[in-house]
Nanobody, 115 residues
Framework: QVQLVESGGGPVQAGGSLRLSCAAS????????MAWYRQAPGKQRELVAG???????NYIDSVKGRFTISRDIAKNTVYLQMNRLQPEDTAVYYC?????????WGQGTQVTVSS
């Protein structure tokens, strides 16, 4: 099992930055895939950015060049650096860990971008 705790969300003005953190309860080096998802009101949850066990990253098109996913293995933490935030980035952001066939989720952290 993996417990995930997100932090770092909050209100921000358009053009601003936030860094989200996801602290895992176990060593993340062996976790197949860790990712950040988001869910806006009335919309489906979507994958925003992911990083696999080799450190390879991927992003949805709308955040490429603005968001960066990274990890600190020593701290068992995955980050999402979000720059040039836009109102359409407003959502609850969730950390996800995929371990073999199991998926684990954090409780989510709200990001609200005002214009």
């Amino acid at each position: 099992q993996v417990q995930l705790v997100e932090s770092g969300g909050g209100p921000v003005q358009a053009g601003g930055s936030l860094r989200l953190s996801c602290a895992a309860s176990r060593n993340i080096f062996s976790i197949n895939f860790m990712a950040w998802y988001r869910q806006a009101p009335g919309k489906q949850r979507e994958l925003v950015a992911g990083i696999n066990s080799r450190g390879t990253t991927n992003y949805i098109d709308s955040v490429k060049g603005r968001f960066t996913i990274s990890r600190d293995i020593a701290k068992n933490t995955v980050y999402l650096q979000m720059n040039r935030l836009q109102p359409e980035d407003t959502a609850v952001y969730y950390c996800n860990a995929n371990v073999v066939v199991d998926n684990y989720w954090g409780q989510g952290t709200q990001v609200t971008v005002s214009s």
